[in-house]
């Protein structure tokens, strides 16, 4: 499989920090991207080309944001973004056969994207505040291959509302600590699967939730160590599946008697089935940071962590529906040094 992708991108700002009363920002963005995928498969000395596909796309994005400080403590911001995406391509070393059938399906069409956001944060003790939160984003379609054929995947889209607080800054202090809770809709969640010939491919797997849960807190123990910890907590489930969902994974299921509808599944196979892939029910992390001066102007800097990454699973089907994750990742790294040296 040989994938060969160029792309240019631009994006331009113009803010104006928020002051006593009002702070604002505009920006807007552009991409190109094409990526042309072709495959083989057969022997090692005599490989035949098999279906790829080439996926266009050029999007223009425009958006703003605005705040509005409306008492010594409160701050209000609302803002949007507004996209238009023109996507196209072709099937590459597609048979004859297919040809013809795959004009529709590889036409160039649109995708647009309204975007809002907003925010209100307040101060309610010195260096203390208490916030809410919400704010949509999305991914493009595209084009996939499955077997001999080429097929649509849509955008999908997230909306998420968050309220959390903190109190003091990361780095910075005796003490900080920060917690949240979030909810977020995804529609239409694109996912990657293996086709029947092996390779991977995408698809939009249905609409899901996830609830998150964060926990962070840092603290200065002497003037030269400061150790940090956090956790997050995610459920997310898959509760309006598709059928492409159900029939990736109805192979491999061999279960007798089965009616062939998901909602007559095991209850503890339909919950593996629609968990969302690559989202971790846990992740962890602790870590230190020292700082020491010694003689002739130089210090001495450590810091170590161990980042703790939880079970997931890395797609659907068979092959992808295998779990990932579960292992702890640490780092030592230590400093002698001034700044010239």
């Known amino acids: 499989q040989n994938n060969d992708t160029a792309m240019v991108a631009n994006e331009t700002r113009l803010w104006q920090p928020l002051g006593d009363k009002f702070g604002w920002l505009l ?77 529709a399906i590889t036409a160039s069409r649109t995708e647009e994207a309204f975007l809002p956001s907003a925010s209100l944060a307040a101060t309610v003790l010195p260096e203390t505040i208490l916030y809410v939160r919400y704010q949509e984003g999305f991914r493009p379609g595209g084009l996939a291959i499955a077997g001999d054929f080429v097929s649509r995947y849509r955008n999908d889209r997230i909306a998420t509302f968050e309220i959390g607080g903190r109190h003091g800054a990361a780095g910075r202090g005796p003490f900080d600590v920060a917690a949240n809770v979030a909810y977020t809709r995804w529609r239409d969640i694109q996912a990657d699967f293996i086709d029947s010939a092996g390779f991977p491919s995408t698809a939009n797997i249905g609409d899901g939730r996830i609830w998150t849960a964060t926990l962070t807190a840092g603290l200065a123990v002497s003037p030269h160590l400061r150790v940090d910890a956090g956790l997050t907590y995610n459920d997310g489930r898959i509760d309006e599946p598709t059928q492409f969902l159900f029939e990736r994974v109805a192979p491999a299921l061999d279960i007798p008697n089965f009616s062939g509808r998901i909602e007559d599944l095991p ?42 990454i939880g079970r997931s699973r890395l797609g659907v089907g068979p092959e992808l529906g295998e779990l990932q994750g579960d292992y702890l990742d640490t780092g030592l790294t230590v400093r002698v040094g001034r700044e010239d040296l």
């Not at 072709?38 to 703003?64: C, H, K, S, W």
């Not at 593996?272 to 602790?286: K, L, Q, Y």
């Open 27 to 103: 920006g807007g963005s552009y991409t190109h991207n094409r990526t042309r995928l072709t495959r083989t498969l057969g022997p090692v000395d005599a490989p035949g080309a098999v279906t790829g596909v080439t996926n266009v796309i050029d999007e223009f994005t425009l958006y703003g944001e605005a705040s509005l400080r409306l008492s010594g403590g409160l701050v209000a911001t609302g803002g949007a973004r507004y996209t238009h995406s023109r996507l196209g391509g072709q099937g590459e070393d597609v048979s004859p056969l297919l040809a013809a059938s795959l004009a």
């Open 267 to 308: 209850p503890q196979l339909l919950e593996t089935i629609t968990e969302i892939p690559n989202i971790a029910r846990f992740s962890g992390r602790i870590g230190f940071d020292y700082r020491r001066p010694l003689r002739g102007n130089l210090e001495l800097t450590a810091q170590g962590w161990a980042n703790y």
